[in-house]
């Protein structure tokens, strides 16, 4: 009796307690903000919960709490497969996930070749692509799924009248005058353009002039993608896209997204989904600054299916046949950071002859080519190709006598020509011969049924190539502190002995990689026991 009435009693003190105890409120979280979280644990995989929850609370102004974070890791592949345009709230998937992609990739490019698509034409190409992805016969291509699917891919449809402008002169003149009073209400640092261009990243000098004698061609190629502001004070990251995920010689601890935007499939070009990823990580950094810009864009099927969700970036697409005259990468920039790009690649052929090494260059140094070549391509030169391309409202201001034009295409070219002369087995080679291997590179390809079956099939994470061992030299062994340390201080040697090519501020730099590199070595040395001091 006596223990009946103490638990009665201890219901009635825990009651009130109970009865205060506010419910949870839950939060909405849509599927492309779960999608960015898996995509920062990506590329930053030592951030803890907090970093995360104030990543998203920048970004997008949702309170979450760890538990949530930690539910959304635990499904990271599901999130990661998941569109960037996608913003419902539901877990729910498609049931036929892969034959939704091909069909958005297939009415991308019919929508950038301007041709009229209704509902009876996508759920006809819908079936026949069913067909080849071996979707089942129960499936029902029905009214009710096509009105869902294009809910999920924000597909409108709209009435077209008129017809495009004449080619040629007067569709220049008039895509100019139109361009000029549409950016008028933007100031020249908020105004960007991107394009991208195929680069033969370890093709040799005298592949220019054909297959040599008993060597195949290299014509191993990669898409670079590269975005800047009309006064060229904002160069974003450069996109690179190769043809797998991890090639050998990243070794374990090489993080390409430190040097570039790394992205992959199994063509090395552009596609409409690796665009839509990073036009939503291009608006999100713009809402964090509080910034409002347009992005100037070639009309190709890869930029075409774009998102209407996007908050503080406006797109513009330049008119078909007009590209060549107003947009500003193709009227100098691309051809400056070739030429850059091709003559940091000689200097290292050259080292590699004085070396006695084989002239080559891997994956993971041509990342690091294409960042220094698009940091060389100077301020001056991105404004001289906006002014000359003249769609501005108001131009840039030249540049004057104290800030001349550097690394010119012209400079760029008379040093390859030295470079040359230095180098074995290039009689009869030109800078210019180089420089236009990659003019017809495509960098996103006009698919067939097959091809976008295909490319769907790759879209998954299991399906993409995790390495790469073809022409892929083996990682070399990882370096002891002790051995940097030594290098180090052989390198602080060289620079005093010749204070005319190494000023204070380097041998500073060199000092302090030494004393970094002794503290690391400190950390980790380990005291030595009795039985490993007599082994040695």
């Known amino acids: 009796m006596r223990s009946l009435v103490r638990v009665h009693l201890q219901c009635e003190r825990v009651s009130p307690k109970m009865q205060s105890t506010k419910k949870r409120t839950r939060t909405a979280i849509p599927a492309n ?9 990506e590329q930053n995989p030592k951030a803890s919960r907090d970093c995360v929850i104030r990543h998203v609370f920048k970004g997008h102004r949702l309170a979450l709490g760890r538990s949530t974070i930690s539910d959304i890791l635990k499904e990271k592949e599901k999130w990661l497969f998941r569109l960037p345009t996608d913003t419902s709230t539901k877990a729910r998937t498609p049931q036929q996930q892969r034959l939704e992609d091909a069909l958005f ?11 009229p698509v209704s509902d009876e034409i996508l759920i006809t190409k819908a079936k026949s692509v069913g067909e080849r992805l071996g979707v089942p016969e129960t499936f029902s291509y029905s009214v009710g799924w096509l009105q869902r699917f294009k809910q999920r891919r924000k597909i409108r449809f709209y009435k077209r009248h008129g017809r495009a402008a004449s080619e040629g002169g007067a569709a220049v003149t008039d895509a100019r005058r139109v361009l000029k009073a549409f950016l008028r209400g933007y100031d020249l640092n908020d105004i960007y353009s991107m394009d991208e261009s195929g680069l033969f990243f370890r093709m040799e000098p005298n592949a220019a002039l054909g297959p040599v004698s008993g060597k195949k061609r290299n014509t191993q190629r990669l898409t670079v993608a590269l975005c800047v502001n ?33 992205r992959w499939n199994e063509n090395a070009r552009m596609t409409a989904l690796l665009f839509e990823e990073w036009l939503q990580e291009f608006d999100r950094s713009m809402r964090v600054r509080n910034r409002h ?39 100098g920039i691309i051809r400056n950071f070739r030429a850059l790009y091709r003559r940091q690649q000689l200097q290292h052929y050259v080292r590699c002859v004085d070396a006695g090494k084989p002239q080559d260059v891997n994956i993971k140094e041509a990342l690091y080519l294409v960042r220094d070549s698009w940091q060389q391509v100077s301020a001056a030169t991105i404004s001289n190709c906006w002014r000359h391309c003249d769609i501005l409202p108001t131009h840039p201001e030249p540049a004057g006598p104290g800030s001349e034009e550097a690394n010119t295409t012209a400079e760029v070219i008379r040093s390859i020509s030295e470079i040359l002369t230095r180098l074995p087995g290039t009689a009869g080679v030109t800078p210019d011969s180089i420089l236009r291997a990659e003019e017809d590179a495509p960098i996103s390809e006009t698919l067939a049924d097959d ?7 790759h879209c998954a994470p299991d399906s993409a190539r995790e390495t790469l061992d073809e022409d892929d030299r083996a990682p070399p062994r990882p370096a002891t502190a002790r051995e940097v340390r030594r290098g180090l201080e052989s390198a602080l040697a060289y620079a005093e002995q010749n204070p005319d090519l190494f000023g204070i501020g380097e041998i500073d730099c060199i000092r302090g990689l030494i004393k970094k ?8 040395a380990r005291q030595t026991t009795l039985c490993e001091y007599f082994r040695q």
């Open 33 to 41: 903000v779960k999608r960015e979280i898996c995509l920062f644990h």
């Open 105 to 115: 990739l297939w009415f991308s490019e019919a929508r950038a070749r301007a041709m």
């Open 230 to 262: 009309a006064l060229g004070t904002d160069k974003r990251k450069p996109l690179v896209v190769w043809e797998c995920k991890r090639p050998h010689c990243f070794e374990r601890d090489f993080d390409p997204n430190r040097v570039c935007c790394w």
């Open 293 to 331: 810009v347009v992005l100037l864009l070639h009309s190709t099927p890869s930029h075409k299916n774009t998102a209407e969700q996007l908050t503080n970036v406006s797109l513009r697409f330049l008119p078909p046949d007009t590209t060549s005259a107003i947009q500003p990468l193709d009227a």
């Open 451 to 457: 091809g976008f079956v295909e490319l769907a099939r």
């Open 517 to 524: 590199t002794a503290a690391v070595g400190h950390q980790n």
